[in-house]
């Protein structure tokens, strides 16, 4: 057993039984490297990562490869989620160096931590040569080895604002603009199966969230009828756990059809939001349901007792990737009985398998009442008998052994999952959800805050690790919705203190935007800001969404300048090349129309505003009480002749106010 045994990550854990003498990140495995002269391998993975596996049973596992590996080395694991910063400083080097990123991630350092060469997975003979070729470099070429290093370095610590000529600009925001970024996203849409044009294929909430906002203010029927698509068939195809809930990372087709089988908690967080938002415009029945068993799904198998959600499910289980989520022909005619034939039309189930090796795996492409009807197995049971089809093969599935699950709790995922459930609360109106969003929001700030100071991981009782700007940005965002679906000003108090927090340690005045790592946490090579939307949004396009919000609800100024200036700054790439800075894209659409301020005042505060939610508004604040606040937007305002008051207000100017939820709406749609 190896150093790791006493981590907490479920990946390093994975790690204490290899022969590789196997070091956490931190001063004793750095101070080693320097005292011995010896170069440092980094070796960073997560624990639902598949070829993370392969490469520990292929290599890791291996005592010949590991007495290479202990030799020449100082080997150094990294659980990425546990330690984004670390990750992302190796990963830019590696792809400075020409090779496409991804895990595992292997990065070859000298003693002072700074990178020369970097790869992937290899297969173990290649491993084995490639650690031979670095000691003899190490040994026989330093000072090239080192050269080449400090322009890594060097590379690294240029600013992005350099990097891609991001100048400070008077802000101006149009709906020309928009259409000019949404025709630009368009080029790149598969117009057939939704989504990009490219496998693999992922969900990119934040490409959704700005066709949503797009569409509202353009109705422009393409971005609704792309983004139709592309939801129906995420929701629809084997991405989808059919049987249990819950969307995989992400398709390795084209087809949505074959998931890479991990479960990540940030994934479903976002498309929750999504599908939320989604159903309360198009109303769409398989919307709801995809929320609601991916909420069910979350509750009982991701949830701790503690009161925090866990990070991930693994892909493989008994050494095969998605075993635990496929099925054989006589697997599924044994636990389906009489229902066996009909079940099996619908799906395509065959004794061949439609994926490999005999097994089929639960795909659809269209809704299920269209798909039978067109197999012509419709009938008025089958929506019934297709529900106890799906519990008949959770039940069996339960006999499974089931995939790893990594049960520590993240500080920003858990952000991102409190915004989900708000959204899904406000769509659907169901209590139960709204109270599973306020439980989360209590967990973060009753063990994952001192003060005004988050961490970013929770497990066994403890929190640790120093919170990252990724985490003040996705519980800030969370605490933001938390307000808007009770009106109890602690979140929004909440939310203040960590926006103050990290413009005090996070904030760069002189470029303009957010670093990634407190100025109280540990220094590395380099001090990385992140700027470009990926399949979760960037920190800083989040922190930029965050000021915007509450500089509108706290009448603060300060607040709403720095996110001018993030969004101004960024606008040059906006119009270069959308499709890496969506989240930021979402934010112009608030921006290029007036964003609508509903104050709500008087006894029934809490069943208007409900009833509002039911809408599609996007571009809005709500704020509330059944009293009176010393809020600004609420300051002063009163009931109506002891009937519940709703206040329309743009940019604080209020117009008459009005006492019945249609009204309001009339006065929403007259300025829109």
């Known amino acids: 057993m190896n150093r790791l045994s006493q981590q907490t990550s479920p990946y390093l854990l994975q790690h204490a039984h290899n022969p590789v003498d196997w070091y956490p990140w931190g001063p004793e495995a750095l101070a080693k490297a320097k005292t011995e002269n ?7 993975g997560y624990s639902a990562c598949h070829w993370c596996h392969v490469m520990e049973r292929e290599s890791f596992e291996k005592e010949a490869v590991a007495a290479v590996m202990n030799d020449y080395f100082v080997c150094i694991k990294v659980d990425r989620e546990e330690r984004p910063d670390v990750d992302a400083v190796y990963m830019d080097a590696v792809q400075a160096m020409g090779v496409r990123g991804g895990w595992p991630l292997n990065v070859f350092l000298l003693p002072t931590s700074k990178p020369f060469y970097g790869v992937t997975y290899l297969p173990p003979q290649n491993w084995v040569q490639l650690l031979h070729s670095i000691q003899k470099a190490f040994t026989d070429h330093y000072d090239e080895l080192a050269s080449s290093a400090e322009g890594f370095v060097e590379n690294m610590i240029v600013s992005d604002s350099q990097k891609y000529g991001l100048t400070d600009s008077t802000a101006v925001y149009s709906t020309a603009n928009l259409d000019l970024m949404f025709e630009q996203l368009q080029r790149n849409f598969d117009t057939q199966k939704g989504g990009m044009d490219r496998a693999p294929k992922f969900p990119m909430p934040s490409i959704y969230k700005f066709l949503l906002r797009y569409y509202d203010i353009s109705q422009n029927p393409d971005a609704l009828a792309h983004l139709e698509l592309s939801l129906n068939r995420i929701a629809l195809g084997g991405i989808y756990d059919h049987v249990g809930g819950g969307w995989a990372r992400y398709s390795v087709d084209e ?63 008994e050494g095969i990737e998605g075993k635990f989520y496929i099925w054989t022909q006589q697997e599924l005619r044994q636990t389906l009985g009489d229902d066996f034939e009909w079940f ?8 061949q398998g439609n994926w490999e090796h005999g097994y089929n795996h639960l795909h659809l492409t269209h809704a299920v009442e269209e798909t039978a009807k067109a197999a ?34 993240l500080a920003s995922w858990n952000g991102l999952l409190i915004k989900g459930l708000c959204d899904c609360y406000r769509a659907l109106g169901d209590e139960s959800i709204r109270e599973l969003a306020v439980a989360t929001g209590r967990f973060i700030a009753d063990k994952m805050t001192a003060k005004d100071k988050l961490w970013h991981s929770y497990k066994n009782g403890l929190a640790s690790i120093t919170a990252f700007l990724e985490d003040y940005a996705a519980v800030i965002e969370g605490y933001l919705g938390l307000y808007q679906i009770t009106f109890d000003e ?24 957010f670093h990634f790592t407190d ?85 029934e505060a809490e069943a208007i505003r409900k009833d509002f939610d039911r809408f599609f508004i996007p571009n809005k604040i709500v704020m509330g009480t059944t009293t009176a606040s010393n809020l600004p937007l609420l300051e002063n305002r009163t009931d109506l002749n002891a009937k519940t008051a709703i206040y329309i207000c743009y940019d604080k100017t209020c117009q008459l106010p009005v006492t019945r939820v249609e009204d309001a709406l009339a006065q929403l749609s007259g300025r829109l």
């Not at 915007?548 to 700054?569: N, Q, T, V």
């Open 519 to 603: 100025a109280y946490g540990e220094t590395l090579i380099a001090r990385k800001k992140e700027i470009f939307d990926n399949v979760i949004p960037a920190s800083n396009s989040m922190m930029a969404h965050n000021l915007y919000i509450l500089g509108k609800m706290l009448d603060r100024d300060d607040y709403s300048k720095i996110s001018d200036k993030m969004l101004a700054k960024i606008t040059k790439l906006l119009l270069a090349d959308v499709q890496w800075v969506t989240n930021w894209a979402a934010l112009y659409c608030l921006r290029s129309v007036p964003t609508a301020e509903i104050v709500i005042v008087g006894h």
């Open 376 to 409: 012509g197995i419709f009938s008025d049971q089958l929506p019934e008998l297709y529900r106890n089809a799906l519990v008949r093969l959770a039940l069996k599935r339960a006999e499974k052994i089931r995939p790893g699950l990594d049960d520590k709790i």
């Open 38 to 44: 010896k170069p440092i391998l980094v070796s960073i």
């Open 344 to 351: 099996s039309k619908l799906y395509k189930i065959s004794k």
């Open 490 to 513: 602690q979140w929004i108090q909440n939310a203040q203190q960590l926006t103050d927090y990290s413009i005090h340690n996070f904030y760069d005045q002189s470029e303009g935007f």
């Open 255 to 317: 087809d949505w059809f074959i998931p890479h089988f991990e479960k990540m908690l940030y994934d479903n967080a976002q498309l929750l939001s999504i599908y939320a938002e989604a159903f309360s415009l198009t109303q769409n029945p398989v919307y709801a349901d995809r929320i609601q068993r991916t909420i069910e799904w979350l509750r009982s198998e991701m949830l701790s007792n503690d009161g925090g959600f866990y990070s991930a499910l693994d892909a493989d289980s």
